[in-house]
């Protein structure tokens, strides 16, 4: 057997679309014919006992619908009222937070040759700035108060010191 061209494989798949099209016609036609043997064997009574049937399941079925779309706007209702709650509170403390001091991490003061440090969780410390190796007294001084030379900490505040009073000495 040889290998099917494009277009061979193509009026294949149209003459299976047309088989599927006749098959669902012939459904269609079928379920008609049965419904239409089945309502004319019927007496009139069953009909209408159906017919009464199913229009008491419709209703009960909107009746139902509508409980539980009351039921539903209720629930959210609800939700929505304890979601206002939430970002009420969330911007009252919000507010607390973006208006109240903020803290200060690190804060240099320097008055003629004193350098005044500050910092959260620390003692003041003061350096005379106009010795020649205060650098090392400063790092001295952190190391006391337990920021030594981890993660060059104290090598950060000491530079930040400097340029600081290279920027005064400058003006």
Do not use: C
């Amino acid at each position: 057997m040889g290998k099917k061209t494009i277009a061979e494989l193509l009026q294949e798949a149209k003459a299976l679309k047309q088989k599927e099209i006749a098959i669902k016609n012939e459904m269609k036609n079928a379920k008609k014919a049965i419904a239409l043997e089945y309502a004319d064997g019927l007496p009139e009574e069953a009909k209408q006992k159906q017919i009464v049937e199913a229009e008491s399941i419709l209703n009960s079925a909107k009746e139902k619908a509508i409980i539980a779309k009351l039921a539903f706007k209720q629930a959210m209702k609800a939700i929505k009222e304890e979601v206002l709650l939430a970002k009420e509170i969330l911007s009252f403390v919000n507010y607390k937070q973006t208006n109240s001091l903020s803290k200060t991490k690190n804060s240099f003061l320097i008055e003629k040759n004193l350098l005044t440090f500050n910092r959260e969780g620390i003692k003041t410390i003061m350096i005379d700035v106009s010795k020649a190796n205060w650098e090392q007294t400063f790092k001295a001084e952190l190391k006391k108060q337990g920021i030594n030379g981890e993660n060059r900490i104290a090598d950060n505040i000491v530079y930040k010191a400097q340029t600081l009073l290279k920027s005064n000495v400058s003006i």
